[in-house]
Structures are given as C-alpha cells and as structure tokens.
C-alpha cells in the first residue's frame, strides 16, 4: 500500500525564521512528486520534482527531491504571516492511471 | 482559462439518503480525479476519471461511485449517507497530453454534513 509521512504535522515559527518540511513517501511506479499548499480552500500547487538533487526555487521557498531515500523537503525562508497554511505532499504514481496519494500535511503557522 | 468547478458549495443531507456533487474541469482537462478531506485522514483518493473511464478507485466502499461524460465533466454519488461521510470533497483536473506536467488543479470544494 502506497505511503506517504509528513513531518512535522505542525510548526508554529515567528515571522522570519525558515522552515524545512519533511516528506517521506513508498509508492510503486514512482513518477513524480508534487507540493499543494492549502489555506482555507482548494490547494493550490507549488512544485512538481522528478529529478533527484534538481532545487526547485520560487521566491522564498525550494524544494528537493531524493529519489534514492525516497523523501523530499521543501524550505521556506524569511517567512512571513501569509505562509501560514497546510503544505502538503503528493508523490504521483501512473501506471495506466493517474493517482496523487496525499500525506496529511504539515500545518504551519507564522506568528508576527 | 476558467478554473475547475464544483456544485454545489454546500449541502446538508440526512443519513440514509443519496447526494450527487457535480465537477467541471478546466477546458481541455480529460482527467478528473476526486478526494474526500476530513481533519482526520486528510486528503484521501476516491478515484480517478480519464475518457469517461474509471482508471483507479481508492479505499472506499461500494456507495461511491463516479462517472465522467463525454465532456468531461464529472459526477461523484454517495448512496446510503453515514455521519461519517460528512467531509470535503475535491475534485481536482489534470491535462494529461503531450507535455504535461501532471500538475492537478482543484476545485473549490463541495462541504458536505451529514446530519
């Protein structure tokens, strides 16, 4: 069965620190992984990793993907109060279908 | 492009009844693919439509179900409501051509509580 861990579930930093979320995952027929932030709606996608030890930057936040220990982090730097959200993980297995298995997300929130 | 959308918003249903939450993906989307979200389980698979064709179905029983028409506009049903349906419910589409990027769009969501 497909896994996905999230760590930590929560954070709660002040405005400034940078944060790093933790993604493990064990799916079959690995394809990708995709990071959704959710705020108070739908989520809304922020990367997608293929390729082991490619950054993917934008803005303040990055995200990395190793494909040999099978996890992945996402760094958000300088955080500011609108960071404030739910980011979740999704590795993307497609063999014949297309299938995101969501972890339960690490919820972070910025204090002033 | 209009996003993907979801109706109703919504809906307040007693148990033992039936519901249908309706899916209109992006414009050029052939595959949509529905989630239930509870604070509980988080973001859970149902299953995943591509050409009117059920292609994977998650861990859930047999009272749901889904179609997908020739539009590709989706349908999800819930037959027999528990209190425990009482969730979230995403659906997110995908354009799954030549150069995709696999990224999944979602809708806003359709608040279903079963009372």
């Known amino acids: 069965e497909d896994k996905v861990v999230q760590s930590p579930l929560s954070l709660v930093v002040h405005e400034g620190d940078t944060v790093t979320l933790n993604c493990s995952y064990e799916?079959?027929?690995?394809?990708?992984l995709l990071w959704y932030k959710q705020e108070k709606k739908a989520p809304t996608f922020l990367f997608m990793l293929?390729?082991?030890?490619i950054e993917k930057k934008s803005g303040r936040l990055s995200s990395i993907l190793d494909k040999k220990e099978l996890f992945s982090i996402l760094n958000i730097t300088a955080t500011q109060t609108g960071d404030s959200a739910i980011y979740l993980c999704?590795?993307?297995?497609?063999?014949?279908?297309?299938?995101?298995?969501f972890g339960k997300g690490t919820k972070l929130s910025v204090i002033p | 492009k209009a996003g993907v959308t979801q109706t109703p918003r919504y809906l307040i249903k007693t148990r033992g009844q039936q519901v249908t939450l309706s899916c209109s993906p992006i414009?050029?989307?052939?595959?949509v693919s529905w989630y239930q979200q509870t604070p509980g389980q988080g973001l859970q698979f149902l299953f995943e439509?591509?050409?009117?064709?059920?292609?994977n179905k998650g861990n859930f029983p047999g009272r749901f179900s889904g179609r997908q028409f020739s539009n590709s506009r989706s349908e999800m049903n819930v037959s027999t409501l528990e209190l425990g349906d009482s969730a979230l419910y995403l659906c997110?589409?995908?354009?799954?051509?030549?150069?995709?990027?696999?990224?999944?769009?979602f809708g806003p969501g359709t608040r279903l509580t079963v009372t």
């Open positions: 997110a589409s995908s354009f799954l051509g030549p150069g995709t990027t696999y990224e999944q769009y």
């Open positions: 799916v079959t027929n690995f394809r990708s």
């Open positions: 293929t390729s082991s030890g």
């Open positions: 999704a590795p993307y297995s497609g063999a014949g279908s297309y299938q995101l298995t």
């Open positions: 414009s050029g989307h052939r595959s």
């Open positions: 439509y591509f050409s009117e064709t059920q292609r």
